[in-house]
T-cell receptor, first 116, second 112 residues
């Protein structure tokens, strides 16, 4: 019962460094997404994907890249980290993109990222 | 401007009391979801409401979707310490609800 797995759990970067946050799901879900959570701001959508090879921007995509080469994996890349990217990052998936009635979104346990 | 406004932002009450938290918007939605998030974990879905005026119950939690499908409320009866957490409402946007947008949340603390 792995569900959505995120790695690492914690990460500290220096300004300008690059890194990839990993996300994998074993539920054969078509839809995957990345959110960041900041105090007082709630969860904000960064990027999402409705299937392998298809990605699109969310509300706050600047500074982040994504790709979806397989159904299972949806990595989030920070090419040049900035202090403004200090946040908790959540990956989430669901079986279909949505439809009239939203289906259940399954979340990973998050990655806490600090950029110094 | 937030699409979804949740109130109150913080709420701390004694065990056994009742409470209601709100999720409001000026937009109409086809459906609305409520999630609960505990420290160090991702949000977990509690309920999805679809029809205007719909009421759903989950043990001591009662969820209501406004008649005009612009707002929702969550009422907890006889709150328990296990109800402590961040309560988030969320709505789908774009054609197939691809963009799930969350409110800023209500942080609830139940004092034993």
């Amino acid at each position: 019962n792995a569900g959505v797995t995120q790695t690492p759990k914690f990460q500290v970067l220096k300004t300008g460094q690059s890194m990839t946050l990993q996300c994998a799901q074993d539920m054969n879900h078509e839809y995957m997404s990345w959110y960041r959570q900041d105090p007082g701001m709630g969860l904000r959508l960064i990027h999402y994907s409705v299937g392998a090879g298809i990605t699109d921007q969310g509300e706050v995509p600047n500074g982040y890249n994504v790709s979806r080469s397989t159904t299972e994996d949806f990595p989030l890349r920070l090419l040049s980290a900035a202090p403004s990217q200090t946040s908790v990052y959540f990956c989430a998936s669901r079986s279909r993109p949505g439809g009239v009635t939203n289906e259940k979104l399954f979340f990973g346990s998050g990655t806490q990222l600090s950029v110094l | 401007t937030q699409l979804l406004e949740q109130s109150p932002q913080f709420l701390s009450i004694q065990e056994g009391e009742n409470l209601t938290v709100y999720c409001n918007s000026s937009s109409v939605f086809s459906s609305l979801q409520w999630y609960r998030q505990e420290p160090g974990e991702g949000p977990v879905l509690l309920v999805t409401v679809v029809t205007g005026g719909e009421v759903k119950k989950l043990k001591r939690l009662t969820f209501q979707f406004g008649d005009a499908r612009k707002d929702s409320s969550l009422h907890i009866t006889a709150a328990q310490p296990g109800d402590t957490g961040l309560y988030l409402c969320a709505v789908g946007r774009k054609v197939g609800n691809e963009k799930l947008t969350f409110g800023t949340g209500t942080r609830l603390t139940i004092i034993p």
